[in-house]
């Protein structure tokens, strides 16, 4: 039965195939796009007279880390630090508020000082803590015969089962 099908549908498909494309065709030139291409597409050659820097002609700004600009400032957006309609240098995501920060405040020294505070606190914290931790609040166990000593098999101890010669 499916064979059947199959069979009925390829002389149909064989008379809409061109009709649908025919159409498409159509539809797609008609509506103001433009015609596809029917040889092989050549790219358009840009020269540094024709198009400086490969930007079509956009001003390419200074540089400049949004971090190190006024944040008092009175800017339209606030938290990106940059007014409305003001060109973006082309690494602006590197050069953003959310790109990693550059440490200027402060020199090797300074840093080694600060590591130095914090390993010195935090060891004078475990110090404290540890002379002030009180004491195990339950009593330890006792046990007879010297701590089981002779129970457990220690000097002078009964041997088990198996180690007995028989």
Not at 10 to 19: E, G, S
Not at 60 to 71: A, G, V
Not at 76 to 86: A, I, L, P, S
Request: glycine fraction near 10%.
């Amino acid at each position: 039965m499916l064979a059947r099908r199959l069979a009925l549908s390829r002389p149909l498909a064989a008379r809409l195939l061109p009709v649908v494309a025919v159409a498409t065709t159509r539809t797609f030139q008609g509506a103001g796009f433009p015609k596809p291409p029917t040889g092989p597409y050549v790219y358009p050659v840009y020269t540094e007279e024709g198009d400086p820097e490969m930007n079509g002609g956009y001003v390419n700004p200074p540089p400049e880390k949004r971090q190190f600009r006024d944040p008092y400032a009175d800017w339209w957006d606030k938290q990106g630090r940059r007014n409305y309609g003001e060109p973006l240098n082309e690494d602006d995501d590197i050069l953003g508020r959310f790109s990693p920060e550059e440490y200027t405040w402060t020199t090797s020294r300074k840093g080694l000082v600060m590591f130095g505070t914090f390993v010195l606190t935090f060891s004078g914290f475990c110090g404290v803590v540890y002379n002030l931790y009180p004491d195990k609040p339950a009593v330890p166990r006792r046990f007879p015969h010297d701590g089981l000593l002779e129970a457990l098999g220690g000097p002078g101890g009964q041997p088990a089962l198996s180690d007995r010669d028989e």
